[in-house]
């Protein structure tokens, strides 16, 4: 499985961006298709995740009520839409697949348990 990011740049506080992650090779209706991201200084954290089957997406505090994740099936490809944007999301954002569909919930917000990862995509709030 590969992954590829696009969609980041450079956006005043208050825009929206969308970010998507292309898909190629054999995706499974029990991977779970995530969003992390990662400012300077700072760890590496889960913005959102969703599974390519059926289930609920999830979606970290930090941009809970601003941001969406959703994906196409047809396309294999995942979005992460982000609303009312602030400087403090700024950082490199990279999408992430998991094959390990097992897991329990918790679990799907650690990148340690995400096989797959994608080269990542800065993005850029300007205040």
């Known amino acids: 499985v590969q992954l590829q990011a696009s969609g980041g740049g450079l956006v005043q506080a208050g825009g929206s961006l969308r970010l998507s992650c292309a898909a190629s090779g054999r995706i499974f209706s029990q991977f779970v298709m995530g969003w992390f991201r990662q400012a300077p200084g700072k760890e590496r954290e889960l913005v959102a995740r969703i599974s390519w089957g059926v289930g609920t997406p999830y979606y970290a505090d930090s941009t809970k009520g601003r941001s969406t994740i959703s994906r196409d099936n047809a396309k294999n490809t995942v979005y992460l839409q982000m609303n009312s944007l602030k400087p403090e999301d700024t950082a490199v954002y990279y999408c992430?697949?998991?094959?390990?569909?097992?897991?329990?919930?918790?679990?799907?917000?650690?990148?340690?348990?995400?096989?797959?990862w994608g080269q990542g995509t800065l993005v850029t709030v300007s205040s």
């Open positions: 992430a697949a998991s094959s390990r569909g097992y897991l329990s919930s918790s679990s799907y917000s650690y990148g340690q348990n995400y096989n797959y």
